[in-house]
Each structure stands twice: as C-alpha cells, then as structure tokens.
Nanobody, 123 residues
Framework: VQLQASGGGLVQPGGSLRLSCVAS????????MGWYYQAPGKQRESVAIINSDDSTNYADSVKGRFTISRDNARNTVYLQMNSLKPEDTAAYYCNANVVLTVVAGKEVLYDYWGQGTLVTVSS
C-alpha cells in the first residue's frame, strides 16, 4: 500500500490550497485518515482527522479554515485549506489506518504515511 500526496505549493496569505492523498495497493478498507504538518525544527502535529463514519477532528489552529473530507470509493482524503496564514507553512503528511485483510473475523491493520507535500504561505 502506498499513499501519494499532492497539492502543495506557494500561496499568498489569505489564499487557498487543496491537498489530496490517494491510497493505492491491496486496501481492504480504511479506518481513519488524516493530515499532519511538520514545520522546520518542530515535531509533527495533527491537523485534521476523518473517521470511517465521517466524524472529524481538527487542531484548534485550523478550525473554521480547513476542511477534511474523504472519498471512500477512491481511497482518497482531501484537505481544503482556506484563509492560509504564514504559520501554516510546513510539510503536510497524510496518514491512513488501513485494513489489509480480515483473518478469522479479525481485521489486520497497518498505519501508512504519505511522502509529504510542502505548503508555503508567503507574500
């Protein structure tokens, strides 16, 4: 299974970007999916998570500005980022908790990470 993230780039403050992340390979189903960011010299932090029931959680710093969504048919998670601020500048990584198969009624789970896509907010 591979996660391929895309959509990063350079944007002016107040602008918007939409990140996408596609899971490919032997995916039986996907539990939660999420986006994390990591600024230079800092730890990776959760930005937004969407569960299999479409419930969501956001970091306080992005509430009201970012929206996470998923397309289960395409094994894809999106992050719509509006009203971007310079402090949003970071590498953004997608994450997926994947069910690889079911054995004797038990799900075989594994956590996967995408390669990261860089978002730079600057004038």
């Amino acid at each position: 299974v591979q996660l391929q993230a895309s959509g990063g780039g350079l944007v002016q403050p107040g602008g918007s970007l939409r990140l996408s992340c596609v899971a490919s390979g032997s995916v039986y189903s996907i539990k939660h999916m999420g986006w994390y960011y990591q600024a230079p010299g800092k730890q990776r932090e959760s930005v937004a998570i969407i569960n299999s029931d479409d419930s969501t959680n956001y970091a306080d710093s992005v509430k009201g500005r970012f929206t996470i969504s998923r397309d289960n048919a395409r094994n894809t998670v999106y992050l719509q980022m509006n009203s971007l601020k310079p402090e949003d500048t970071a590498a953004y990584y997608c994450n997926a908790n994947v069910v690889l198969t079911v054995v004797a009624g038990k799900e075989v789970l594994y956590d996967y990470w995408g390669q990261g896509t860089l978002v730079t907010v600057s004038s």
